[in-house]
């Protein structure tokens, strides 16, 4: 059974920080892109960070740009994000999502979500 499962949302001030954490199972996790997604609320998705399989290659929205960094671990199945000069505006619920693409298959995969809330 394919299983991303977040952890580490909350409730925080703004300019504080949290780590975002997904742990997958049941699928070859080295061999998709991992991606944190956002959806705020009213809103509609927001891709916010990818990270390539062997995390030579890492992307980020210009909105968390300086202040979020991406990671995983391959031997432990994880993808993190570090968020850090946290703001209002990043109040939202986070889904990590693992892609596979080839020429014969595709796959895609998500998170049940975890909230994130920046607020005083």
């Known amino acids: 059974e394919v299983q991303l499962v977040e952890s580490g949302g909350g409730l925080v001030q703004p300019g504080g920080s949290l780590r975002l954490s997904c742990a997958a199972s049941?699928?070859?996790?080295?061999?998709?892109?991992m991606s944190w997604l956002r959806r705020a609320p009213g809103k509609g998705l927001e891709w916010v960070s990818g990270i390539s399989t062997g995390s030579s290659s890492t992307r980020y929205v210009d909105s968390v740009k300086g202040r979020f960094t991406i990671s995983r671990d391959n031997t432990k199945n994880t993808v993190s994000l570090q968020m850090n000069s946290l703001k209002p505006e990043d109040t939202a619920v986070y889904y990590c999502?693992?892609?596979?693409?080839?020429?014969?298959?595709?796959?895609?995969?998500w998170g049940q979500g975890t909230q994130v809330t920046v607020s005083l």
């Open positions: 999502n693992a892609a596979y693409t080839s020429a014969w298959l595709k796959r895609d995969y």
């Open positions: 049941g699928f070859t996790f080295s061999h998709y892109y």
